[in-house]
């Protein structure tokens, strides 16, 4: 293992390459709906030879040198591991967020092929991705089932989703909307690559993040410096994040983040197998298979969708007056402690035992997930994962963010 300089910064490096730090253009743009940006990652079981011999690199140099990467095109493969401690309660909680992304529908009427639905089975399990991009007109991601597959193509101003379990494709043009009202091809959101990783979590890299380089890895056939980030506030829920950055191209090609609870990692993304030559044209062609059922984005008439797709409307923009009536969230502290503070619409509470119109399911994955709290604010219920947890008042005030129980009932206290 090369000496390199591990010596710490408090963020200045961090800092400094934001204004010009390249977007990540060429990634596929998917949304895991309800899920923080960090919840996606890789087995650790990454293909590894020993830590390789590299030139000295300080964490500045090494920061700069992803923002200044600009590889636009590869192809691999990914393995994705997300574990943030949900209990799976029979898939009840998949359920949830699938209806969430779904307007309230259960499915019906769209398109099992939808990126908006299909992908939020990413937020939790083991996952195997192939990925290829040619510039920022050009993406595939496909995961790999073992029985099954579904792929997400961007080829110019089309994008095609296919499910092959269910034999139904999903497609939308550059200037479409998408069956839930958004002005866009597909769905924007959560990185699903270390590079964009990477990229939000050195957003967070301020003056309350050491930084270091720690040492070298060997990462998909390719040698890599590690970049450790530690916040160094007490409170985060977030241990360290450790990023692999290419020595050659500065893409990075693994993502840890460790938890400060300690255990299996939360996230940990990374490669197994990455080639940064031009993909074969074919990678981002795609024609419907015979016999299979097409849904159009902008058609959603032709489902049956579009009277539901409306009501779901109307009723978020009544929720968004109502949440906007009781003030934009307030942000309490700072750097990995900061903490939001909102009011629910209308100051409404979580459903109590006795109520009689919450499932006996539901109200068993509420309590599985949260823990009764009291203090000078009141009294309410801390729903936790491994990485985010929320404190819910009983008179409707929400506190959340990458800190502990702890500290949620110190800033309601506060409050």
Same mark, same amino acid.
């Given at each position: 293992m090369a000496p390199n300089d591990s010596a710490e910064t408090n963020g200045t490096a961090a800092r400094r390459p934001a204004g010009r730090r390249k977007a990540a253009?060429?990634?596929?743009?998917?949304?895991?709906?309800?899920?923080?940006?960090?919840?996606?990652?890789?087995?650790?079981?990454?293909?590894?030879?020993?830590?390789?011999?590299?030139?000295?690199?300080?964490a500045q140099e090494l920061i700069e040198k992803i923002a200044a990467s600009d590889t636009e095109q590869f192809s691999g493969t990914v393995k994705i591991s997300t574990d943030l401690g949900i209990p799976s309660?029979?898939?009840?909680?998949?359920?949830?967020?699938? &209806?969430? /992304?779904? #307007?309230?529908?259960?499915?019906?009427?769209?398109?099992?092929?939808?990126?908006?639905? $299909?992908? =939020?089975e990413l937020a939790s399990?083991?996952?195997?991705?192939?990925?290829?991009?040619?510039?920022?007109?050009?993406?595939?991601?496909?995961?790999?089932?073992?029985?099954?597959?579904?792929?997400?193509?961007?080829?110019?101003?089309?994008?095609?989703?296919?499910?092959?379990?269910?034999?139904?494709?999903?497609?939308?043009?550059?200037?479409?909307?998408?069956?839930?009202?958004?002005?866009?091809?597909?769905p924007e959101g959560v990185p699903t690559t270390p590079k964009a990783l990477a990229e939000e979590a050195l957003k967070a890299a301020d003056g309350t993040t050491s930084?270091?380089?720690?040492?070298?890895?060997?990462?998909?056939?390719?040698?890599?410096?590690?970049?450790?980030?530690?916040?160094?506030?007490? &409170?985060? /829920?977030? #241990?360290?994040?450790?990023?692999?950055?290419?020595?050659?191209?500065?893409?990075?090609? $693994?993502? =840890?983040?460790?938890?400060?609870?300690?255990?299996?990692?939360?996230?940990?993304?990374?490669?197994?197998?990455?080639?940064?030559?031009?993909?074969?044209?074919?990678?981002?062609?795609?024609?419907?298979?015979?016999?299979?059922?097409?849904?159009?984005a902008d058609d959603a008439k032709a489902e049956g969708h579009q009277?539901?797709?409306?009501?779901?409307?109307?009723?978020?923009?009544?929720?968004?007056?109502?949440?906007?009536?009781?003030?934009?969230?307030?942000?309490?502290?700072?750097?990995w402690n900061s903490i939001a503070e909102f009011k629910t619409p209308g100051g409404a509470a979580l459903p109590s035992e006795a109520s009689k119109d919450v499932p006996a399911e539901a109200q068993q994955f509420l309590d599985a997930l949260g823990d009764k709290v009291s203090g000078k604010f009141g009294s309410g219920t801390v729903f936790k994962t491994r990485l985010i947890n929320a404190l819910m008042t009983d008179d409707g005030r929400v506190y959340v963010g990458a800190v502990t129980k702890d500290a949620l009932v110190a800033a309601a206290n506060a409050g």
């Open positions: 253009r060429y990634i596929v743009p998917v949304a895991v709906a309800g899920v923080a940006a960090a919840t996606i990652g890789l087995v650790p079981a990454l293909a590894s030879s020993g830590d390789p011999d590299l030139p000295k690199i300080t309660m029979g898939g009840l909680a998949g359920s949830f967020l699938s &209806g969430a /992304t779904e #307007g309230g529908d259960g499915g019906k009427g769209g398109s099992s092929a939808d990126p908006q639905s $299909k992908l =939020t399990g083991t996952h195997t991705l192939r990925v290829a991009a040619d510039g920022p007109d050009k993406q595939r991601l496909s995961v790999l089932d073992q029985a099954s597959e579904y792929s997400l193509i961007h080829n110019g101003d089309e994008v095609w989703a296919y499910d092959s379990g269910s034999n139904e494709v999903y497609h939308a043009d550059g200037k479409g909307k998408a069956p839930h009202g958004k002005e866009q091809a597909a930084v270091s380089v720690d040492g070298t890895a060997r990462v998909a056939g390719r040698d890599a410096y590690r970049l450790v980030l530690k916040p160094e506030q007490k &409170g985060s /829920t977030v #241990g360290s994040i450790t990023v692999a950055v290419d020595a050659e191209n500065g893409v990075p090609l $693994k993502f =840890t983040l460790q938890p400060s609870s300690g255990g299996k990692a939360v996230v940990d993304a990374g490669f197994t197998s990455v080639d940064f030559g031009k993909p074969a044209a074919s990678s981002f062609a795609f024609t419907p298979p015979k016999g299979a059922k097409v849904t159009e009277k539901e797709a409306r009501k779901a409307a109307e009723k978020a923009q009544g929720d968004l007056a109502k949440f906007e009536g009781e003030g934009a969230p307030k942000i309490i502290g700072k750097g």
